[in-house]
């Protein structure tokens, strides 16, 4: 017996195998402090609590929901557009309630990529873009990621024979794993470089409001006749702590959506209505809740960085959006080893860049989705190492 062929191009999810080794430390009774996982620590506002509770009692919202979500919970879609960024979108055609961005992710390669057809990835970036490219049967062209570029693709770097056969391009702002923001003048470029090369734009946006300092993340939508060629996956598990409720939005193209739409129909069977019904109450969370989580990382940003930099002397940048800090690890050292190092001295459990890609190598990702009393926990191990 033995599996298909397809999945020896897809390594197991990095963060299934750093579980295992996690467990087994757990075992030896070390304490491990996980800033590894990007997973909201916070609850979900609780007027989306009470609405799961109260349609979930009632008998008829049990059944198989439909294909493409109730209207009132894309019509909350398309107010969310609205409302935040001034967008607007078609009720019918322009949004897709998916089973979590990442269940859109994946499934948009197959979707649109045929056997051999180029897709443009960033490196570092989340695993899932090139997995599911590969999986389709496609070829992922990276898109070096770098510092002294601001962590935004090199869009004059790409060689003109790759665009040509290139047929859809994924980026992430606020990034996930830099936490690098992209201006609404570089949505303006990629706009402008997938025109010309007729490339799907796939902007996946899932930290559009998680924010510091007052910065409030633009939509690729935002972008003049954006959605003839880009297509935004959008989720409410970072926004609004609800990651493990898997619901996330595919919004603007509608080409791409209709024919993800059509590729889900053969797959899955939509979300259970007292989740959509709960969504469409998430959507109507005043912002003040959303300023306070925001605000609750923030203070968490606040006390990693300056232990970071000047206790541990790791180059570090200040991020203004996303859940993630990315200090540089010490020359001579990958980042593997180093995310070791500290997990073996400190039980704080990091991921190394290059997890997310070659181009990550040298980095670390340190997640403040932890609660507040073990995050600190974690600063003040980091604080006591010697490098
Ligand atoms: C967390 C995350 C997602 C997945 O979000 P879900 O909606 O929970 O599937 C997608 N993309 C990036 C970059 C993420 O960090």
Redesign the pocket.
């Known amino acids: 017996m033995r599996s298909a062929r397809r999945l020896s191009s897809t390594p197991p999810y990095v963060f299934a195998t750093l579980d295992g080794k996690i467990a087994r430390l757990r075992e030896q009774g070390v304490d491990i402090i996980r800033l590894d996982i ?1 997973s909201p620590d916070g609850p979900p506002p609780e007027a989306v609590v009470r609405a799961l509770a109260r349609s979930a009692s009632d008998p008829g919202k049990h059944g198989y929901a439909g294909y493409a979500g109730t209207p009132a919970l894309r019509a909350a879609m398309v107010h969310y557009y609205r409302q935040r960024f001034g967008v607007v979108l078609d009720t019918a055609s322009q949004v897709l309630p998916l089973i ?4 859109g ?1 994946a499934h948009l390669a197959m979707a649109w990529l045929d056997p051999g057809d180029v897709a443009l990835v960033p490196d570092p970036g ?1 695993p ?1 873009y090139a997995a599911s490219v590969a999986l389709a049967g496609g070829q992922a062209y990276t898109m070096p990621l770098r510092a002294d570029r601001q962590w935004l693709p090199d869009l004059a770097a790409i060689p003109e024979a790759i665009a040509r056969r290139a047929r859809l391009m994924w980026l ?1 702002y606020p990034n ?1 794993p830099t936490g690098a923001t992209a201006p609404l003048s570089y949505f303006e470029e990629a706009v402008a470089f997938c025109r010309r090369h007729d490339i799907l734009l796939c902007h ?1 946006a ?2 559009a409001d998680v924010g510091y300092d007052g910065y409030r993340a633009p939509s690729v939508l935002q972008v003049a006749g954006a959605d003839d060629v880009a297509v935004e ?1 959008n ?1 409410l ?2 926004s609004h702590n609800m ?1 493990g409720w ?1 619901v ?1 939005m595919a919004a603007g193209n509608a080409i791409a959506i209709g024919a993800l739409a059509q590729l889900k129909t053969n797959i899955d069977s939509g979300h259970f209505l007292a989740i959509q019904d709960a969504s469409v109450a998430a959507f109507q969370t005043p912002v003040s809740w959303i300023d306070q989580r925001n605000a609750v990382y923030q203070a968490r940003r606040d006390a990693l960085l300056p232990v970071l930099v000047d206790d541990l002397g790791l180059e570090t940048a200040t991020p203004s959006a996303g859940l993630y800090l990315w200090p540089r690890v010490p020359r001579g050292t990958t980042s593997a080893e180093f995310a070791d190092r500290i997990l073996a001295e400190t039980g704080v459990s990091l991921t190394p860049g290059s997890a997310f890609g070659a181009c990550g190598e040298g980095y670390l990702r340190i997640s403040l989705g932890q609660t507040t009393e073990r995050f600190m926990m974690a600063v003040e191990r980091l604080r006591g190492m010697r490098l």
Do not use: L, W
Request: hydrophobic fraction near 15%.
């Open positions: 990007g979590g961005s990442k269940e992710i989340y899932t992430n996930n996946d899932p930290y996956f989720s598990s970072k990651a898997r996330g």
